[in-house]
C-alpha cells in the first residue's frame, strides 16, 4: 500500500498545474494581506459601522495578525474546492485519457487497494494545499500585522477573545476544514471513476458545490428542516463554530469554550459519512468497471 502510495504522489507532484493551486493561493492570500495592510481601516469601519458612531473603536489594535487571518479563511475556503477538485477529479480520468489505466490494473494490485492508494494520495494534497494556506494565512499574518486579541463580529454581536485563547481554535478550524474539504475530494474522486477525461469530473464537481452551496444559503422553513441538513455543503462551513465562545453571566466570553460544539460535531459527522459514501461507491464502481482505455 505504500508503494502505491508513493507512485500516486509521484503522479501528483509531477503535473505542473498541480503547483498552479499552491500558486493561486499565494497570490491571493499576499493581495489581501497587502489591501488590509495599507487600507484595512476602511474595512474595519465598513464592518463596524454600526458601533463606531457610539462607541471609540480602536482600528489599529483590532486589524491584527488574527482577524486578518480569519478574514482571509472567510473569503478563500470559498474557492480552495476548485483547487481541490483539480487533482481529486484527475486521479481515475486522467488514467483513462492518458490509456494508463488498463496496464494499472493488470498489476498484481487489487482495484480496492489502488483505489485507496488514489484517494489517500489525494487527501494528502488536500492537507498539504491547506497546511500551505495555514502558513501564509496565520503566520504571515501574525508577521505582518502582530498579534492582540481578536474581535468576532456576528450578527449585532461583537465578540472578543483573548490573544491567549486564539491559537487552538485555528488548529481546530484547519482541521474541519481538512475534512470538509477531502469530502470535495471524494466527490470529484467518484465522478472521475465515471469519466474518460478529467475536465467532466472536475466541471461537475464546482458545478455540484456552487448549486449546493445556493441550496444551503437558501431559507425556506420546510426545506430548512427536511432537506437542508443533509447536504454536505450546509455543514462545510462549521469550522466558524471554533470561534464563538460561550458567554458568561455578564456578557463575557469564556476562555477556551466553543458555543456549540455538539452542533459542529454533529456537522463533522455528516462529512465523514459522506467521505465513506462517496469512496466507497466509487471503489464498488470501478470494481465492476470495463476498462476500455
Known amino acids: 500500500m505504500w508503494i502505491l502510495l508513493q507512485i500516486e504522489l509521484f503522479k501528483i507532484f509531477r503535473r505542473p498545474r498541480t503547483y498552479i493551486s499552491f500558486a493561486a493561493i499565494a497570490s491571493m492570500i499576499l493581495i489581501i494581506q497587502l489591501g488590509l495592510k495599507f487600507d484595512g481601516k476602511s474595512y474595519l469601519q ?46 481515475v480520468a486522467g488514467e483513462a485519457n492518458m490509456g494508463t489505466l488498463r496496464l494499472l490494473v493488470t498489476r498484481p494490485v487489487s482495484r480496492t487497494r489502488l483505489m485507496l492508494a488514489k484517494f489517500t494520495a ?6 498539504m494545499l491547506l497546511v500551505w494556506m495555514a502558513f501564509l494565512a496565520l503566520l504571515l499574518s501574525m508577521l505582518f500585522f502582530g498579534t492582540n486579541d481578536m474581535i468576532i463580529a456576528r450578527n449585532d454581536v461583537m465578540e472578543q477573545i483573548g490573544r491567549n485563547d486564539i491559537l487552538w481554535r485555528y488548529f ?24 474518460e477525461n478529467s475536465i467532466g469530473p472536475i466541471v461537475s464537481t464546482i458545478s455540484i458545490v456552487i448549486v449546493l452551496t445556493i441550496l444551503s444559503e437558501m431559507k ?41 460544539l455538539p452542533a459542529i460535531l454533529r456537522s463533522l459527522a455528516v462529512l465523514l459519512s459522506y467521505i465513506a459514501l462517496f469512496v ?14
Do not use: C
Open 122 to 127: 489525494s487527501v494528502i494534497y488536500t492537507v
Open 46 to 91: 465598513l464592518l463596524m459601522s454600526g458601533i463606531s458612531d457610539s462607541f471609540y473603536v480602536p482600528y489599529e489594535l483590532i486589524l491584527n495578525g488574527y482577524l486578518v487571518a480569519f478574514v482571509i479563511l472567510n473569503t478563500l475556503l470559498i474557492h480552495v474546492p476548485l483547487l481541490v477538485a483539480l487533482v481529486a477529479g484527475d486521479m
Open 220 to 260: 425556506i422553513p420546510l426545506y430548512d428542516n427536511t432537506v437542508k441538513p443533509y447536504l454536505f455543503t450546509s455543514h462545510m462551513l462549521a469550522w466558524k463554530g471554533f470561534f464563538y465562545s460561550k458567554a458568561s453571566g455578564d456578557g463575557q466570553a469564556i476562555p477556551g469554550s466553543v458555543e456549540n
Open 172 to 195: 481546530a478550524a484547519f482541521g474541519y476544514a481538512a475534512v470538509a474539504l477531502s469530502t470535495v475530494a471524494a466527490l470529484a474522486f467518484l465522478l472521475s471513476v465515471f469519466a
Open 280 to 293: 466507497t461507491t466509487a471503489i464498488v464502481v470501478f470494481r465492476k468497471k470495463d476498462i476500455l482505455s
